[in-house]
């Protein structure tokens, strides 16, 4: 089973910054795409931004400039640096693992990040 173990939210001011971390642990492989989703309080779900294994990367256009994904495959992590955050950045971040040979996406707990204004 695939455990993801998400950390580094907090608040910040606005025009602040903040990394996320996300470790997985369990049957995972260095292949599997990794991700980052987030929730706003009575809005929908919506994509951040992924990563696959060769470091390809994808990005909201709500995020373009000023969040980066990267990973460390040595040390199964994920991060997500966020820079120029703003007060719509806040919500609950996700991180997500992808497992195309189970046709299955695993999820960890989230982290709240709060902006300021």
């Known amino acids: 089973q695939v455990q993801l173990a998400e950390s580094g939210g907090g608040l910040v001011q606005f025009g602040g910054f903040l990394r996320l971390s996300c470790a997985a642990s369990?049957?995972?492989?260095?292949?599997?795409?990794m991700g980052w989703y987030r929730q706003a309080p009575g809005k929908q779900g919506e994509f951040v931004a992924r990563?696959?294994?060769?470091?390809?990367?994808d990005y909201a256009d709500s995020v373009k400039g000023r969040f980066t994904i990267s990973r460390d495959n040595a040390k199964n992590t994920v991060y997500l640096q966020m820079n120029s955050l703003k007060p719509e950045d806040t919500a609950v971040y996700y991180c997500?693992?992808?497992?195309?040979?189970?046709?299955?996406?695993?999820w960890g707990q989230g982290t709240q990040v709060t902006v300021s204004s």
């Open positions: 990563i696959t294994s060769g470091g390809s990367t």
């Open positions: 997500a693992l992808d497992s195309p040979l189970a046709a299955t996406t695993y």
């Open positions: 369990g049957s995972i492989l260095s292949i599997y795409r």
